[in-house]
């Protein structure tokens, strides 16, 4: 088992920025490549980053290239997503998640999920 809490979300001002955390417990953290997601009210969960266990690969959403950056600690098994230049748009529940697999923006994929932390850009 893995157990995932994030933590940073808030309220924001279009333009600005928030650093969301991800900390890992129970089994090697290292084993496992670390998603984050995204939920708007009344839309389905979609991917927004991945980084592979090495932290040596990262893919992002077209949505979010070029503003946002996934990066990893595995000394604090944590993993971030700095988000930077927020939109309205990018208001949403945000999940970190754990999947075994290598690479993969599926997220029946991933094995653990965490609760979830609310972003809110106002614009």
């Known amino acids: 088992q893995v157990q995932l809490v994030e933590s940073g979300g808030g309220l924001v001002q279009a333009g600005g920025s928030l650093r969301l955390s991800c900390a890992a417990s129970g089994r090697t953290f290292t084993s496992y490549t670390m998603g984050w997601f995204r939920q708007a009210p009344g839309k389905e969960r979609e991917f927004v980053a991945f980084i592979t266990w090495r932290g040596g690969s990262t893919v992002y959403a077209d949505s979010v290239k070029g503003r946002f950056t996934i990066s990893r600690d595995n000394a604090k098994n944590t993993v971030y997503l700095q988000m930077n230049s927020l939109k309205s748009e990018d208001t949403a529940v945000y999940y970190c998640?754990?999947?075994?697999?290598?690479?993969?923006?599926?997220?029946?994929?991933?094995?653990?999920w965490g609760q979830g932390t609310q972003v809110t850009v106002s614009s």
């Open positions: 998640a754990a999947t075994r697999y290598s690479s993969t923006r599926y997220p029946p994929d991933y094995d653990y």
